[in-house]
């Protein structure tokens, strides 16, 4: 994955930002995204873990700060079909579940996604998003659309390596009073995991 450099990130959910999201299209708009992901959510974890551009992508949690900004970091880019190894690893590991019995030598994206349907501590959700993103004192700066199993909602996020940068950046917004809510408790609060 080469060199990696940790962002921080302030991210929040709602239907509209007001303001602030007029703010940030005041800016030239950068980039446009769109994907479709499969989020694999697990009662029993807190890991970032979905499906993108046929990757099993799984992102951890590195640190929050007294900000309550959060430091993801990427820990697994794995592509199917994925043996045996991988499930139990994605299993004890990330899902904290028990490994369920596997009866092949290997598992391609279909059979796994079958497989981790059937875990009762497990929820795989869809989610759509549209993406505009944009560059604010050199900080990325998202609003997005998204599904959740075709619930739409809306959100804003600011990412950086400097947290500090981070922050004058949501104060500037004006998106300091609202709640840092990343897409895993978004997601378990709308399918009722939460």
Same mark, same amino acid.
């Given at each position: 994955m080469?060199?990696?450099?940790p962002?921080w ?5 709602g239907?509209?930002?007001?303001e %602030? ?7 030239p708009?950068? $980039?446009?995204k @769109?994907?479709?992901?499969k *989020?694999?959510?697990s009662? /029993?974890?807190?890991?970032?873990t979905k499906?993108?551009?046929d990757?099993m992508?799984? @992102?951890?949690? @590195?640190?929050?700060?007294e900000?309550?900004?959060e430091?993801? *970091?990427?820990?697994?880019k794995a592509?199917f079909?994925?043996s045996a %190894?991988?499930v139990?690893? =994605?299993c004890?590991?990330?899902? $904290?579940?028990p490994?369920?019995e596997l009866?092949?030598?290997e *598992?391609?994206?279909?059979e796994?996604?079958?497989?981790m349907e059937?875990q009762?501590?497990l929820c795989v ?5 549209e ?5 604010i004192?050199?900080a990325?700066v998202e609003i997005a659309?998204?599904?959740f199993n075709g ?6 996020c600011?990412?950086?390596a400097?947290?500090? =940068?981070v922050?004058k950046?949501v ?5 300091s009073?609202l709640e $840092?809510i $990343?897409?895993?408790k978004?997601? /378990?609060q ?5």
């Open positions: 080469g060199t990696i450099i962002r990130e302030w991210r929040t959910f239907e509209s930002f007001g %602030a999201e007029e703010k940030i299209r005041s800016y708009q950068g $980039n446009f @769109k994907s479709t992901e *989020y694999i959510l009662s /029993k974890s807190n890991e970032n499906i993108r551009d990757l992508d799984i @992102k951890s949690l @590195k640190q929050v700060n900000d309550k900004l430091q993801w *970091y990427p820990v697994m592509t079909p994925l %190894a991988q139990e690893e =994605l004890k590991d990330y899902f $904290n579940i490994v369920p009866a092949k030598a *598992y391609t994206y279909e796994y996604l079958a497989l059937k009762p501590d959700v869809d989610v759509c998003k993406r505009y993103i944009y560059t004192n050199t990325i659309d998204t599904t619930k739409p909602s809306r959100t804003v600011v990412e950086h400097d947290p500090a =940068l922050m950046t104060n500037e917004l004006g998106l009073g $840092n $990343n897409y895993l978004a997601m /378990k709308s399918v009722g995991m939460l």
